[in-house]
């Protein structure tokens, strides 16, 4: 009894394992859709590089910012790793692709504005993505800048700047 009860666990955790590195797309399909715009963006991005060899998937998010001020519109700021799999550059199909855990992942913030849930060319979007073992304090606080320049250089809508028809 004990034999086969063994041999059931170990043949569940044998098809877990092989079920699940399967589909390395999870937790980009549980993102919101103002999010996945950027790091569709940024994968359209980092894939467009010559040097770039491997086809890159969304990894996880450390930090997602969501400010709304009205009219439709939204500012997005998004840090999130992306990591190397299997694939080619190129890989239309990418639900087969496996990570691959050889390769540092790439460290990632986009930071634009959208209105009626678009990504709006001006100001225009900011993406920096680089190697987390090379990123430095500085390239955060350069980040950081950025992404509040955009925020504040265009201003935001408020009620006092609508013009009503009574």
Same mark, same amino acid.
């Given at each position: ?10 043949? #569940? ?5 092989? @079920? ?15 999010? $996945?715009?950027? #790091? ?7 894939? /467009?590089? @010559? /040097? ?8 996880? /998010? ?14 997005? $700021?998004?840090?999130?790793?992306? +990591? @190397?799999?299997?694939?080619? +550059? ?18 990632? #913030?986009?930071?634009? +504005? ?17 190697? $987390?073992? #090379? ?15 955009? $925020?504040? /250089? ?13």
């Amino acid at each position: 009894m004990l034999t086969t009860m063994a041999g059931f666990l170990l043949w #569940v955790f044998s098809f877990g394992c092989l @079920a699940l590195p399967s589909n390395a797309q999870p937790a980009y399909n549980n993102l919101p859709e103002s999010f $996945k715009k950027g #790091v569709d963006l940024t994968l359209e991005e980092v894939g /467009s590089h @010559a /040097s770039i060899l491997h086809h890159f998937l969304f990894f996880r /998010s450390l930090e997602k910012y969501e400010f709304e001020p009205g009219f439709n519109v939204k500012f997005i $700021k998004h840090n999130f790793y992306l +990591k @190397a799999t299997k694939c080619q +550059k190129g890989t239309i199909d990418a639900t087969s692709c496996q990570f691959r855990n050889d390769r540092p992942l790439i460290d990632c #913030v986009t930071c634009y +504005k959208t209105f009626q849930g678009e990504i709006e060319a001006e100001p225009q979007p900011y993406v920096h993505c680089v190697h $987390k073992p #090379v990123l430095t304090e500085d390239m955060r606080t350069s980040r950081v800048k950025q992404c509040e320049a955009m $925020k504040y /250089s265009i201003g935001t809508p408020t009620l006092l700047s609508s013009t009503g028809d009574n």
